[in-house]
């Protein structure tokens, strides 16, 4: 069983990789193999960013329903080699179609949250689910601060060795899964595969029929919107209003991950000890209001530094709630509970880069009635705001 645990944290962290692992040799990749100038890279490097995301979000619960009909172990050995292949391809890709290409099938690929999410559902007791779900949240967090480091560390070699470093170790990791991992979906448990409700639309729509579930579907949604303020704006925040360098705003996002990585793997589990699940959702998004309020106002970079540990905290938020609805779903719908709040975390990384950065540029300009570059946080502690009285709303038949 821990090695079937270490197999689904190592598979969680190599998919939040591939977000980051690209972004330090981007520039150089893409004239590379493009041509032009760094403005031109940067137009094709948020299309290539784009269509990650994207697949995703279209492929998080069709995964999770391939999962809940076939069974966990094929969806991610699957993937696992399919990933490995995707990223030779991209060490060897001579043109910006082919990188395109490879970003889509990674995207796809990378999608099996959703499955490792049911895994840890179908392994965990009741009471063990939220420390659980930390466990893949922390897992989670150490690879968006590992894409980056060895993406930029391994660039040094050239633009495609992190290609290649990827590919081995999914590679690895497929040798690990297909020795180790052993299947818990029985065969007398699996419901159908259904296209219509394997979409994000449709498996939304579906569990919206269930008791409970929309409002808090709803909640998540808003929860991730306004945490994602911090990848979308801080390296411009911290530079408009501290003067930081890049290698002080990559120290400081470094450590945001690692503190968050610590609160999911280890505080979750005496915190919903101690508060309950619902407790520790409302106090997740105590600490994130604070830290919203502080910041949209805040005028040193020191007390920033500081403040990371303490915001951090706000990661209770996303263990404790999952858990909450992965009780209100039964087991065959696991897979497709956990499709829809990957699909639904996805579209935040869509929408609030986006948004956030529209309200950064309005106060930053020179024009701006009032120049506030933390301006973006306001709007964060309002969806905040909502999401906790959506929750209390909503949550209150949770203990």
């Given at each position: 069983m821990r090695l079937s645990l270490a197999f689904i944290l190592i598979t969680v962290g190599i998919d939040a990789m591939g977000i980051g692992l690209i972004l330090p040799i981007m520039p150089a990749l893409i004239t590379e193999v493009q041509g032009g100038t760094l403005s031109d890279a940067a137009l094709w490097g948020g299309v290539l960013s784009a269509s990650f995301a994207v697949m995703q979000f279209l492929f998080g619960p069709v995964l999770g329903n391939l999962s809940d009909a076939y069974g966990r172990r094929p969806v991610l050995l699957v993937s696992l080699a399919v990933m490995t292949l995707d990223y030779l391809v991209m060490a060897l890709a001579g043109s910006i179609w082919l990188l395109l290409l490879g970003r889509i099938v990674g995207g796809i690929t990378a999608a099996t949250h959703s499955t490792a999410g049911a895994y840890m559902a179908d392994i965990s007791a009741p009471e063990e689910k939220a420390a659980r779900f930390g466990l893949l949240g922390a897992a989670l967090g150490l690879g968006f601060v590992a894409g980056p480091v060895l993406g930029g560390l391994l660039g040094e070699l050239?633009?495609?060795?992190?290609?290649?470093?990827?590919?081995?170790?999914?590679?690895?990791?497929?040798?690990?899964?297909?020795?180790?991992?052993?299947?818990?979906?029985?065969?007398?448990?699996?419901?159908?595969?259904?296209?219509?409700?394997?979409?994000?639309?449709?498996?939304?729509?579906?569990?919206?029929?269930?008791?409970?579930?929309?409002?808090?579907?709803?909640?998540?949604?808003?929860?991730?919107?306004?945490?994602?303020?911090?990848?979308?704006?801080?390296?411009?925040?911290?530079?408009?209003?501290?003067?930081?360098?890049?290698?002080?705003?990559?120290?400081?996002?470094?450590?945001?991950?690692?503190?968050?990585?610590?609160?999911?793997?280890?505080?979750?589990?005496?915190?919903?000890?101690?508060?309950?699940?619902?407790?520790?959702?409302?106090?997740?998004?105590?600490?994130?209001?604070?830290?919203?309020?502080?910041?949209?106002?805040?005028?040193?970079?020191?007390?920033?530094?500081?403040?990371?540990p303490v915001t951090a905290l706000g990661a209770l938020v996303q263990p404790a709630i999952t858990a909450i609805l992965s009780r209100r779903v039964d087991a065959s719908r696991q897979g497709e509970l956990q499709g829809v709040m990957a699909s639904l975390h996805a579209l935040s990384m869509i929408l609030s880069p986006l948004g956030m950065g529209v309200v950064f540029a309005a106060f930053t300009r020179e024009a701006a009635p009032i120049h506030l570059p933390g301006a973006p946080f306001l709007v964060a502690l309002v969806l905040m705001l909502f999401a906790l009285v959506l929750f209390l709303r909503a949550g209150r038949s949770v203990t």
């Open positions: 050239g633009t495609r060795a992190p290609f290649y470093a990827a590919a081995l170790l999914a590679g690895l990791n497929f040798l690990l899964g297909f020795f180790v991992m052993r299947e818990t979906v029985p065969a007398d448990g699996r419901r159908p595969f259904q296209w219509r409700q394997a979409g994000p639309l449709g498996a939304f729509r579906a569990l919206g029929r269930l008791p409970g579930i929309r409002p808090l579907l709803s909640v998540y949604f808003l929860y991730s919107v306004a945490v994602y303020v911090y990848p979308a704006i801080w390296a411009y925040f911290t530079a408009a209003r501290f003067d930081w360098s890049p290698q002080m705003i990559g120290v400081s996002l470094g450590l945001y991950g690692i503190s968050m990585a610590l609160v999911q793997g280890v505080l979750i589990r005496p915190a919903t000890s101690w508060l309950g699940e619902r407790g520790a959702v409302i106090a997740g998004f105590g600490f994130e209001a604070v830290a919203f309020a502080i910041l949209s106002v805040l005028a040193s970079g020191t007390i920033a530094l500081i403040l990371i």
